[in-house]
């Protein structure tokens, strides 16, 4: 398998996350956003969203795109460890947990809204901020109510990662780089805490890329 990913992209973080729980190895093909790689014809011919992460599965012929699907696909071809509980109604409550900051929170601030609020629309960097924070905010608030129906554990879900903590700790990366208070934030808190004590989560963390920068 190849994973078209950046360090810093929050959706391929989340990828990176599940193929490291489910034991599983991927070539990292690094696309930098910075420079503009996933707006070139090269990248374009593998997703012509130019959005990250894409993962290419040379044995079935496949080139998948968008994080929640790639992950749910990884959970279907190899469902050990599980990453969506047995029961239908803990399946739904772990993808509401996931989509509640895939679709509701990180779309919002991500590179290409971000410099539309600032290259088109000519915002300044504190609007931007504002921004960021002000969708930060509402996410959080809600995850964190989410997570007090008592069907948390250690994890999101009881005490084994989901896919909800694959996409809960790239977001709380994000809003640490962006300068947001998460300390009203305890549940959330301690599960990424938990998370972040996981082999596979330490080696998805953005700082042990290949393409990050060095010091």
């Not at 996410?139 to 879900?157: I, N, S, T």
Request: aromatic letters at 8%; glycine letters at 6%.
């Amino acid at each position: 398998m190849k994973l078209y990913t950046y360090y810093r992209s929050s959706a391929s973080y989340r990828v990176r996350i599940a193929l490291n729980l489910k034991g599983l190895t991927a070539e990292h093909i690094p696309v930098n956003l910075l420079k503009g790689d996933n707006l070139g014809e090269a990248y374009r011919a593998v997703n012509p969203q130019g959005l990250l992460p894409a993962l290419e599965v040379e044995e079935e012929a496949a080139l998948l795109t968008q994080s929640l699907a790639i992950t749910e696909y990884l959970e279907e071809r190899f469902p050990t460890p599980e990453l969506l509980p047995s029961r239908a109604k803990d399946r739904a409550r772990v993808r509401a947990l996931a989509q509640a900051i895939a679709c509701e929170v990180t779309p919002l601030n991500n590179r290409r809204v971000l410099l539309f609020l600032t290259d088109t629309l000519g915002l300044g960097e504190d609007v931007k901020l504002q921004w960021i924070h002000h969708w930060l905010k509402l996410g959080f608030d809600a995850v964190e109510a989410l997570l007090q129906d008592g069907r948390a554990g250690k994890f999101c879900h009881g005490d084994a990662p989901t896919l909800a903590d694959c996409v809960l700790v790239p977001q709380v990366y994000n809003a640490h780089r962006f300068g947001f208070d998460m300390g009203a934030y305890h549940t959330v808190n301690r599960i990424v805490a938990a998370c972040e004590a996981l082999p596979a989560f330490a080696k998805a963390h953005p700082d042990q890329q290949a393409d990050a920068p060095k010091a």
